[in-house]
Each structure stands twice: as C-alpha cells, then as structure tokens.
C-alpha cells in the first residue's frame, strides 16, 4: 500500500484549495479527473479519495440529484456475492486504517447537504463513514476543518508540514491564490458557488428546512455515535431557534 499522505474529502469539503496549495508549494501535481490545477506532469504527491470506504460512492449517487445523468441504483440486498464484497472492503478498510497516513477534510455537513443536492440523508453515508475510519486509523493523520482553512494560512502550513511540503507563507498573497483556485476550479464541471464570498459558511444551510435539518443529524448521530458526532461534529450544532422560519430546502 503506498506510504503518500491520502487525503479525504467528502464531495465539495474543499478539497481544490487543498490541492492548489499543495501543487504551488511542492510543485508536483495531484490526483484529479475532473479539474487538472497547476502542475500536470509526473507523480502525484498525494493520493485522494471522497470515500475512505469504496461502497458508500454508490450510496451518495443514488440520494443526491444528478444534472444530466441517468439514475443509480442504490446498492442491491445482501446476496452472497454482496457479503463476500462487504467481506472485502472491511478487509481494506482495516489495512487502510493500520497502514496509510490520512488527512480528512470535514466541511459543515448541514451545508454540504444543500452544496451537493441530497435528497435524502442516506447520501451522507459516505460523510459518517469517512469518520469513522479516520478515527481508527493508527498512523498519523490531521483533521483539517473547510471553516478553518479557509480564514488564513495557519491551516495551509499544518497540511504541509503533515505532507513533508517545504514552504515560506510570509509571501504567499492568500486572496491572489484563492482567486486563481476558483478560476481553475470554473474550468470543471460546475462553477464555484461562494466565489463572491468564499467567508460566508453556512450560506447553503440557510436554506435547509428545520426538519431536514434534524433528519441529517438524526441520521449522522445514529452512525457515528453521541461520543464521535460530539468530537468531531459538535461545532456545527446550532440551537433550535436558528433554524426557525427558514424555508424549506
């Protein structure tokens, strides 16, 4: 299993800022199909993944709404051959904990639910389950919040340190770099949508209804737990008051 750093975002976390400062400072490029960034040529330095477990993609197509795209089935019931599969990936996802050097990055899941076009939280699935492997991997890793990354250059230094990336910030103009991010990541599939104010979090949850608000945490609290929704969730608790009147998602 490869020694890089893997790094884990759930879809639209944040992970092109992480990329295009990654690629600035080392030079190298980093895995991406949909959006090649600053470097295209020789090995990544990194390897990525939205899902740390593989099945939980299929889950994520299958509850949120595609633009242009056929439906997906949501995964079949467990026959032998599903079991045999499920037997599998909690073999890799065992080996993947004790072996790889992960850095997760978490965004506002309640933001990210508006972000990505959930229809149900079964989508976030994936958010849960990415977690929960984080938390038992045994090598180092690094927890980075989208929040946090993006209010200066405090956060950049940490991820890379974390992925052995020599670097000075003192002249690194955050606001030039992070124009330049977004237009490259307008060059893909779809555009940026906190481009005129990238500090505005929270903006999608706004429009989230109250009860699918408490559906998605409901859900989350069910497969992570109280103990690891709290460590690794509770900043994004809100009161119940905050939520009220808000029109329905």
């Keep these: 299993m490869s020694d890089k750093v893997l790094l884990c975002s759930f879809p639209k976390s944040g992970s092109n800022w992480v990329r295009y400062c990654i690629e600035y400072f080392s030079g190298r490029p980093t895995p991406g199909s949909e959006r090649r960034l600053l ?5 990544p330095i990194i390897d990525r993944t939205h899902f740390l477990d593989k099945r939980d993609r299929r889950v994520f197509l299958a509850h949120k709404l595609r633009r242009d795209k056929p439906p997906v089935d949501p995964p079949s019931p467990l026959g032998w051959r599903a079991r045999l599969e499920d037997w599998r990936r909690a073999r890799e996802r065992e080996r993947l904990a004790r072996e790889r050097r992960v850095l997760l990055l978490l965004r506002d899941p309640f933001d990210l639910y ?6 149900d939280p079964e989508a976030f699935r994936g958010y849960a389950s990415n977690i929960a492997v984080f938390d038992r991997c045994r090598r180092d890793k690094l927890l980075v919040y989208y929040e946090d990354l993006m209010v200066g250059t405090g956060e950049i230094g940490r991820i890379l340190d974390f992925v052995g990336i020599p670097h000075d910030l003192a002249g690194f103009d955050l606001e030039a770099h992070r124009r330049r991010s977004l237009a490259l990541y307008a060059q893909g599939p779809d555009a940026p949508q906190t481009a005129d104010d990238p500090l505005d979090f929270g903006r999608h949850a706004r429009r989230l209804a109250p ?5 998605l945490r409901d859900f989350l609290l069910e497969r992570l ?3 690891l929704y709290r460590r690794y969730l509770g900043r994004y608790e809100r009161p119940a008051s905050a939520t009220a009147g808000q029109p329905a998602a």
């Excluded at 009860?211 to 559906?215: G, P, S, V, Y």
Aim: avoid cysteine; proline fraction near 5%; charged fraction near 35%.
């Design 114 to 119: 508006v972000r990505v076009r959930a229809l």
């Design 39 to 43: 470097h295209h040529a020789g090995e």
């Design 211 to 215: 009860e699918t608000r408490a559906r």
């Design 225 to 227: 737990g109280p103990e």
